[in-house]
């Protein structure tokens, strides 16, 4: 089994920043791809940042030249870092791993900005 597990949300200001961090444990045997997709109330999950497995970062146009996606491999571990939110950017941030099955997400953290 793999387990994910999120932390770093919680609210902020239009603006504002926050880092989003994601630790990966379990029957992982190689460090594969892991990223952030983000759910908005009443609308399906849709990508924010992933890095792949040789390490090149992936970005939804909305967030590019705002978001960094970066990783620790010795940590199993993914991070965003989130500057200059936007109301927009509210939402559940769910981390996952390839290959993406149901098993490989964590549980999410919410993140909202306020105007």
């Known amino acids: 089994q793999v387990q994910l597990v999120e932390s770093g949300g919680g609210l902020v200001q239009a603006g504002g920043s926050l880092r989003l961090s994601c630790a990966a444990s379990?029957?992982?045997?190689?460090?594969?791809?892991m990223g952030w997709y983000r759910q908005a109330p009443g609308k399906p999950r849709d990508l924010v940042a992933i890095?792949?497995?040789?390490?090149?970062?992936i970005y939804a146009d909305s967030v590019k030249g705002r978001f960094t996606i970066s990783r620790d491999i010795a940590k199993k571990s993914v991070y965003l870092q989130m500057n200059s939110l936007k109301p927009e950017d509210t939402g559940d941030y769910y981390c996952?791993?390839?290959?993406?099955?149901?098993?490989?997400w964590g549980q999410g953290t919410q993140v909202t900005v306020s105007p």
């Open positions: 379990g029957r992982i045997f190689t460090m594969d791809a």
């Open positions: 890095i792949t497995r040789g390490g090149n970062p």
């Open positions: 996952g791993m390839a290959p993406w099955g149901p098993e490989y």
